[in-house]
């Protein structure tokens, strides 16, 4: 299906475009607010400007999409597979991209506030200046992401993998990050101020800002690989077993 084809249909009231073949579709500052493309493969396709608000798009291939300055609210991207998909400055609020598929996305500038990415892969994603006030992230997976002067302000960060994360200039007043692991993160100027840091990992975390003077500049953030190499070494070791025979 072409571009022209679906929005004739969308304006004749059709709104049911689940399972398509859309891939590489141009759509750029169409309206297609509720439109359902559940499952439907949009790898590739160009949606910048949309508005897609209360779209369902659950399940969806957007693998290397551009869907910079689209509208999202209250959408539906749970499970959706969006890596190396460019969404800048997007406006995503209210969304669910529950266990969605983020990795190596561009989300610079994005507003993802109050939205649910509970278990979502966001590894190495670009996140910088990124709004993700009262987001859930519980369990979501942002190892080596970019979240430099991201606003997380009352974000769930809880049991989050944050290994190597850059967090230099974030805001994260009163986030929730018991359980988080925040191993080899960069927090350079980043604000804590009332965040639940309870069970917390922090091997060689870097330059917290907890409302005192700024750290200066940290090295740069160690590569993929080597995050992988980190990880494992900071498993903690189980104990040696009981000797049972002893008295």
């Known amino acids: 299906m072409d571009a022209a084809a679906l929005i004739e249909q969308y304006q004749s009231g059709d709104r049911n475009f689940s399972r398509q073949d859309l891939a590489g579709i141009v759509l750029t500052g169409a309206t297609l607010r509720g439109i359902n493309w559940t499952e439907a493969d949009l790898s590739g396709a160009v949606l910048d400007l949309a508005n897609l608000e209360e779209a369902d798009l659950n399940l969806s291939n957007l693998s290397d999409a551009t869907v910079s300055g689209s509208i999202l609210n209250f959408a539906n991207l749970n499970g959706a597979l969006l890596q190396r998909a460019a969404l800048i400055g997007v406006t995503c609020e209210d969304a669910f991209l529950i266990e969605a598929d983020l ?38 997976h942002l190892s080596g992401a970019n979240l430099s002067g991201a ?7 809880s049991r989050a993998n944050l290994t190597g994360v850059n967090l230099t200039g974030a805001n994260l007043t009163r986030a929730n990050l018991a359980g988080a692991k925040l191993n080899w993160a960069n927090l350079t100027q980043a604000n804590l101020t009332d965040a639940d840091l309870t069970g917390t990992y922090l091997v060689t975390m870097k330059g917290i800002h907890i409302g005192g003077l700024p750290h200066p500049t940290e090295p740069p953030l160690p590569s993929l690989q080597e995050l992988e190499r980190l990880e494992q070494k900071s ?3 189980a104990p040696p077993p009981k000797d049972e025979t002893a008295l």
């Not at 506030?113 to 509970?118: A, D, I, K, Q, Y």
């Not at 606003?151 to 960060?157: K, S, V």
Request: aromatic residues 4%; proline residues 2%; without cysteine.
């Open 103 to 140: 990795s190596e996305a561009i989300l610079s500038e994005a507003n993802l506030s109050r939205s649910f990415l509970t278990g979502a892969n966001l590894t190495r994603a670009r996140m910088q200046r990124s709004r993700l006030v009262q987001a859930f992230l519980t369990g979501a």
């Open 151 to 157: 606003d997380l302000t009352a974000a769930d960060l």
């Open 235 to 237: 498993q903690p070791t």
